[in-house]
T-cell receptor
Framework: GAVVSQHPSWVICKSGTSVKIECRSL??????MFWYRQFPKQSLMLMAT?????????EQGVEKDKFLINHASLTLSTLTVTSAHPEDSSFYIC????????????FGDGTRLSIL | SQQGEEDPQALSIQEGENATMNCSYK?????LQWYRQNSGRGLVHLIL?????REKHSGRLRVTLDTSKKSSSLLITASRAADTASYFC??????????FGAGTILRVKS
């Protein structure tokens, strides 16, 4: 149990394009979903925390107008990278938890975003 | 910001040997978790140890926690090639988000 699906797994697009990444909890209702960014050979950096039906909480330094998060239901959260530029190229990973944020998180397989 | 710092940064061992990774943190915590990440994939939760626990086992995994030293260790016994991955510790203060360490890259040679 506790499967999280992330889609797409890989995106290549031109500079200026907006890209939407979906994160779904397949077999449980997620009270909280998280979006992380990971650079090569580095750790995960939390970008934002989202709860169903409320606005996402963004970490310091993360532009909320750049990275739009929508948590429309207990099983779906989306991250839209608006007007993407090469510096936005990265590995984006979502996770979901059934309980409080400090409980084990269940991760998607990540999305590799390459902006040309 | 990252709270957990891990060492070593990279570890290479032969199949069958034990692998030990260490994690240090700075603030008071509610629990500490260990995760594994295979290359290019998401993270998999391995084990959670609460702040009032000192040791926990799960299969070939053994985790210790020393809150007085603000440190934890992950021991993988009888390693296998399939254990090759990056391992991250993550800490939380009560009810708050996870803060991940820098990670240890483990390579198990067959």
């Amino acid at each position: 149990g506790a499967v999280v699906s992330q889609h797409p797994s890989w995106v290549i697009c031109k500079s200026g394009t907006s890209v939407k990444i979906e994160c779904r909890s397949l077999d449980f209702q997620a009270t909280t979903m998280f979006w992380y960014r990971q650079f090569p050979k580095q750790s995960l950096m939390l970008m934002a925390t989202s709860n169903e039906g409320s606005k996402a909480t963004y970490e310091q330094g993360v532009e909320k107008d750049k990275f739009l998060i929508n948590h429309a239901s207990l099983t779906l959260s989306t991250l839209t990278v608006t007007s993407a530029h090469p510096e936005d190229s990265s590995f984006y990973i979502c996770s979901a938890t059934r309980g409080p944020p400090d409980q084990p998180q269940h991760f998607g397989d990540g999305t590799r975003l390459s902006i040309l | 910001s990252q709270q957990g710092e891990e060492d070593p940064q990279a570890l290479s061992i032969q199949e069958g040997e034990n692998a030990t990774m260490n994690c240090s943190y700075k603030t008071s915590i509610n629990n500490l978790q260990w995760y594994r990440q295979n290359s290019g994939r998401g993270l998999v939760h391995l084990i959670l140890i609460r702040s009032n626990e000192r040791e926990k086992h799960s299969g070939r995994l053994r985790v210790t926690l020393d809150t007085s030293k603000k440190s934890s260790s992950l021991l993988i016994t009888a390693s296998r090639a399939a254990d090759t991955a990056s391992y991250f510790c993550a800490t939380t203060e009560y009810g708050n988000k996870l803060v991940f360490g820098a990670g240890t890259i483990l390579r198990v040679k067959s």
